[in-house]
């Protein structure tokens, strides 16, 4: 199979696409065919090893997961023996931080592991995107006990974490304020924020409002910054540590103070949280936003882009290409013929082959239409790709 390879930590250009050994599903375990993935901060960091802590989870001297890839979304192609809960041919999304594996055309997950059946009106590069930032959002959300009717102010909320927070805080009725740049007002305003601040024209400095939580959801504001718009008795929460490392050292510290706390989330998900996060798009009230969408072999290109830090909210990989759902029909037919033998057997399961290699197809030109900007193909041709 394909997949994104790096075998040592560097910038972008130290990953390689190579063709590497399949996984192999064990009894309690999916093998997943990748239809789409995506590259984030979380692949960047333990990419680059950058901070050097990371190094604690992914490796002293060289990565212990040489593909990366902690969110996906594809199609079960074998289902263990001790599997009840999924079947083959059922769509899944999911996250796999730690073991990784994403950047690949296979993968192998725990079925009791974060992954969820995707909702039958999601695009695989939507539901990619579901799971990195909105687990990091919900996390923090749950850290501050936010309930319905408080007031919440988002720092950053056109990046993964952020538009994700705007969406997921809404949907449980807090108030949200969100702070963005010009360009991008309206994208945060129809992610259902009540007020949206500029942060380019000063209106952010100038603003005296007060919340019960400020979420510094990129890590670019500081407690110190911020303490003004908090509430007596008000929590401050950020994704990054903070100058110094303050904001690791502040939760300690604040509880003895009069005033503002600052908690610090260290985010878990699970497969509740999955099926939470597919709950909400399906109802509609969570949507992840994707930026870009680049092949497989243009990776390097995607950590590129994220790495400038301009991203909004999701950049997808679309591991599927019209050319190389051809290039899998013969794999694909013995994978699906593998055991047959009667003549009718064999009729359906080629008529099985054709399916999927029409819905591969169909994916790909879905990704290649939406990437030049050909929305009336998109529109005449959306019952086609849906899943």
Do not use: W
Not at 261 to 268: D, E, N
């Amino acid at each position: 199979m394909r997949a994104a390879v790096h075998t040592s930590y560097g910038s972008p250009d130290v990953v390689r696409i190579q063709s590497v050994e399949a996984p192999v599903a064990g009894n309690d375990e999916l093998l997943i065919k990748v239809h789409a993935t995506t590259v984030n901060r979380t692949d960047c960091h333990y990419r680059a090893a950058k901070p050097f802590v990371m190094r604690l989870f992914s490796g002293l001297t060289r990565p212990r997961a040489t593909i990366l890839g902690s969110e996906f979304a594809g199609e079960i192609v074998v289902a263990g023996c001790g599997v009840t809960a999924f079947g083959v041919g059922d769509k899944v999304f999911g996250y796999c931080e730690g073991k990784f594996g994403a950047h690949a055309e296979y993968i192998v997950v725990r079925a009791d592991g974060p992954v969820a059946v995707m909702p039958p009106s999601l695009f695989y590069d939507e539901a990619a995107a579901a799971t990195e930032g909105s687990h990091y959002a919900l996390s923090h959300i749950r850290r501050a006990a936010v309930t319905s009717g408080q007031d919440v102010l988002v720092y950053g909320a056109t990046g993964g974490i952020g538009s994700a927070a705007v969406q997921l805080l809404k949907a449980i009725s807090a108030n949200v304020t969100a702070v963005c740049a010009t360009a991008h007002l309206d994208l945060v305003r129809g992610l259902g924020a009540d007020r949206v601040l500029d942060y380019t024209t000063g209106e952010f400095a100038t603003h005296d409002h007060r919340y019960d939580v400020v979420f510094d959801a990129v890590g670019q504001a500081s407690f110190g910054e911020c303490r003004r718009l908090l509430k007596p008795g008000a929590i401050y929460m950020s994704t990054g540590p903070g100058p110094g490392y303050q904001n690791l050292m502040l939760p300690l510290i604040s509880p003895l103070l009069r005033g503002a706390r600052v908690l610090f989330s260290y985010p878990k998900i699970d497969q509740a949280m999955v099926g939470y996060f597919r709950d909400l798009m399906e109802s509609g009230q969570f949507r992840p936003v994707v930026d870009r969408r680049y092949p497989l072999a243009d990776i390097v290109d995607a950590y590129r882009y994220v790495e400038t830090g301009q991203k909004i909210g999701n950049v997808v990989i679309s591991v599927d290409s019209p050319a190389q759902a051809d290039q899998d029909a013969p794999a694909l037919a013995a994978e699906v013929l593998g055991t047959t033998t009667k003549k009718d057997t064999v009729n359906a399961a080629l008529r099985e082959v054709g399916q999927r290699l029409v819905r591969l197809r169909a994916l790909a030109r879905l990704g290649e239409m939406s990437d030049r900007g050909d929305f009336d193909g998109l529109r005449g041709n959306k019952a086609t790709y849906r899943k």
